[in-house]
T-cell receptor
Framework: DQQVKQNSPSLSVQEGRISILNCDYTNSMFDYFLWYKKYPAEGPTFLISISSIKDKNEDGRFTVFLNKSAKHLSLHIVPSQPGDSAVYFCAASKGKIIFGKGTRLHILP | KAGVTQTPRYLIKTRGQQVTLSCSPISGHRSVSWYQQTPGQGLQFLFEYFSETQRNKGNFPGRFSGRQFSNSRSEMNVSTLELGDSALYLC???????????FGSGTRLTVV
């Protein structure tokens, strides 16, 4: 039973353009959502989060949007940079934190 | 400020053996969670401890167990290892009332 779904295993984006990573969830009781970034051989690093009472949160080049009616959130990275190439995990919390399977983002030169 | 420390970084065990992994959280963090990462499965939640008590548990068999000590350090144990237990085991800690986990670099367990 996968409560947090990232349906795109990978995504390639040209450097300087916008990267949009998507995430869907099934449990309407989730009250907090997070995005993590992971490089090989390292643990995930917290990127940005959003409470279920908001629909947008921005931090520099990163913006997370939450659409509660659609049970969908997205992470926008603009402009995309080579160092953004990594695996991105979406996560949702109601007590314990549940992660999606991740999307590998490739930033092309 | 030291991060989350996991030991050992790499481990090779034989099927049927047992293993203990260790995690030292960030100082002051009382919540510690464990995740298993395998290719194609993402991060799967094992359990969460807070103040020496297991607060949440994932859908793993009873061979997987954990504990937390009074100094918030945590260990997880896997008994009767199977080949499918080969994975990266990640520990994460967070401050009370905060949702943002800080992860360690993980322990790469290989079962042969």
């Amino acid at each position: 039973d996968q409560q947090v779904k990232q349906n795109s295993p990978s995504l390639s984006v040209q450097e300087g353009r916008i990267s949009i990573l998507n995430c869907d969830y099934t449990n309407s009781m989730f009250d907090y959502f997070l995005w993590y970034k992971k490089y090989p051989a390292e643990g995930p690093t917290f990127l940005i989060s959003i409470s279920s009472i908001k629909d947008k949160n921005e931090d520099g080049r990163f913006t997370v949007f939450l659409n509660k009616s659609a049970k969908h959130l997205s992470l926008h990275i603009v402009p995309s940079q080579p160092g953004d190439s990594a695996v991105y995990f979406c996560a949702a919390s109601k007590g314990k934190i549940i992660f999606g399977k991740g999307t590998r983002l490739h930033i092309l030169p | 400020k030291a991060g989350v420390t996991q030991t050992p970084r790499y481990l090779i065990k034989t099927r049927g053996q047992q293993v203990t992994l260790s995690c030292s959280p960030i100082s002051g963090h009382r919540s510690v969670s464990w995740y298993q990462q395998t290719p194609g499965q993402g991060l799967q939640f094992l359990f969460e401890y807070f103040s020496e008590t297991q607060r949440n548990k994932g859908n793993f068999p009873g061979r997987f167990s954990g504990r937390q000590f009074s100094n918030s350090r945590s260990e997880m144990n896997v008994s009767t290892l199977e080949l499918g237990d080969s994975a990266l085991y990640l520990c994460a800690s967070r401050p009370t009332g905060d949702y943002g986990y800080t992860f360690g670099s993980g322990t790469r367990l290989t079962v042969v």
